[in-house]
């Protein structure tokens, strides 16, 4: 009877190293580009990773499991924005590393102002456009990874790039040259 | 639009891999996995070890190439150009930066010289209509010019190619991962990287034991020593001691500056970390609170490797 758990076990951990080797570098990556200090991805990155072990049997397969990865680390994030932060001992060594690397959010000239109107959208307003501008997903990719429908998104896109559009107007006191695009395909 | 947007990324998936070592990486998976079962009351997940899961996440490969690729390799690696069946198809083959044999639906790919500008293989990769993005990391001296990790999409048809006794991997089996092998009509998106000398002072992204022939301590015993004597006999061969890799009580470790540690702590392992560095596995217990280090731990060879 130990003969076929261990078989399970093994699996589960085979899956598991696949899975997090397939999409590490992914989830680091959108942790990075969404945290002010560098070592805080490393929290995100375990602790998304975590769930993703906890719920191997729900995690999406294929290119499903990257967008089910991302929807989880956006949670983690939120949560750590809220002060909710988990300093877990897992990763330390990956915090230890990551902690020599100082990320460079100073912009100037144009990118300033985009970095300026951007920071003024609400959380879910950035979320869209970056999971669009920054992971490169388009609609049905979004819907995944956020739990919602096509259509939710199209919607929603839509009016956060207007609020955007509007932010620029604000803040440079020149439109976005292509807002004309927002019926587009996501990643024009 | 978001065309404005990514403007503000200011660090791509790619460059974010490059900020954490492959063994930073296995160091997290390992934990990840060893800390928490999804609550399945009764039993643990078949645990290979602490230390054999960190090496096999350092190489990422499984070592499942067959016979049949590793004689090719030999063949490869022995007189280019002068084969029988595969065709080179490597452009300029003495200055190749890798070579490409086609076998059947097959390209295989092997590092000919794991110092050349990673723009090359990028371009000889695509030449070949491969997507693969090749990357150099710092690599523990035995290790160097072979392959230290490969992850990416839709990889699961590509084989490893090893080469025996080539070098002891991390796992710490003698068959040395050192190529590719390709389906012709790959379509997947593969990341593959390499290990390179480190410059002096480099810190190794990949590493295998630190006792493996050409590694720092290759020939010493220094498993179940007191930090104080460990550090002593490694001085001895002008190798230091800048961290320390503590394992707590939990099984969980956490890296300390050498400053920290106390001499009567018991040493677990050795890691190469820097040339002329090495980082030891310690804890206040005399052996390890998790798993033994694993029965196949490589043991020293009698013949002393050279450095190189």
């Known amino acids: 009877m130990r003969y076929p758990k261990q078989v399970a076990g093994d699996q589960r951990r085979r899956q598991f190293e696949e899975m997090y080797s397939a999409n590490c570098a992914a989830i680091l990556g959108y942790a990075l580009r969404r945290t002010d200090r560098s070592d805080d991805a490393a929290d995100v990155v375990a ?20 967008l089910w990865l991302y929807g989880v680390a956006r949670r983690v994030l ?8 988990r300093r877990s001992e897992l990763g330390d060594r990956m915090r230890a590393e990551l902690s020599a690397v ?3 959010r100073e912009y100037t000239g144009r990118s300033k102002e985009i970095a300026t109107a951007f920071r003024s959208l609400s959380d879910p307003d ?7 501008g920054w992971e490169g997903l388009d609609h049905g990719q979004i819907a995944a990874a956020l739990g919602c429908s096509r259509n939710a998104v199209r919607i929603r896109l839509h009016r956060a790039r207007a609020r955007f559009a509007s932010a620029m107007n604000h803040y440079s006191g020149r439109p976005v040259p292509t807002i004309a695009h927002v019926n587009g395909n996501a990643g024009d | 639009m978001s065309n404005s947007i990514s403007r503000l990324a200011v660090i791509s998936d790619e460059q974010a891999s490059h900020l954490v070592s492959a063994a930073a990486h296995a160091d997290l998976a390992e934990s990840i996995m060893a800390a928490d079962y999804a609550g399945r009351p009764g039993r643990q997940p078949a645990r290979t070890g602490w230390r054999a899961m960190r090496r096999r996440w350092m190489i990422g490969v499984p070592a499942v190439a ?4 590793a004689a090719l390799v030999a063949t490869s690696l022995g007189s280019p150009g002068d084969k029988l069946g595969p065709v080179s198809i490597g452009p300029a083959k003495a200055q190749a930066a890798l070579v490409f044999t086609r076998h059947g639906h097959y390209i295989d790919v092997i590092v000919r010289n794991p110092l050349a500008d990673p ?3 990028r371009a000889e990769f695509r030449a070949h209509h491969l997507d693969v993005t090749l990357k150099l990391v710092p690599a523990s001296p035995s290790i160097v010019g072979t392959v230290v990790y490969f992850g990416g999409t839709g990889t699961s048809a590509i084989k490893v190619i090893t080469a025996k006794e080539r070098c002891i991997t991390g796992g710490g089996g003698s068959r040395c991962p050192v190529g590719l092998r390709v389906p012709v009509n790959f379509r997947g998106q593969a990341d593959l990287v390499f290990g390179r000398a480190a410059r002096p002072g480099e810190r190794y992204e990949s590493t295998t034991t630190a006792t493996a022939p050409g590694e720092a301590l290759h020939g010493l015993t220094i498993r179940g020593l007191t930090v104080r004597a460990a550090v002593r006999l490694i001085g001895q061969r002008h190798v230091t001691v800048p961290v320390f890799h503590v394992t707590s009580a939990s099984g969980l470790g956490a890296i300390w500056p050498a400053s920290k540690v106390p001499g009567n702590w018991y040493v677990y392992d050795a890691d190469p970390w820097a040339p002329g560095q090495v980082m030891l596995w310690v804890g206040r217990s005399r052996v390890p609170h998790q798993p033994q280090p694993s029965p196949g731990t490589p043991v020293p ?8």
């Open chain 2, 119 to 121: 723009r090359r293989y």
């Open chain 2, 66 to 69: 067959a016979l049949a690729a």
């Open chain 1, 78 to 85: 939120a949560n750590q924005r809220r002060g909710e932060r």
């Open chain 2, 301 to 308: 060879s009698p013949a002393p490797a050279s450095a190189r």
């Open chain 1, 47 to 66: 602790e998304t990773f975590l769930t993703a072990w906890r719920r191997l049997d729900d995690v999406p397969g294929e290119d499903g499991t990257r």
């Open chain 1, 102 to 104: 100082h990320l460079d």
């Open chain 1, 126 to 132: 950035r979320e869209l456009l970056t999971l669009v």
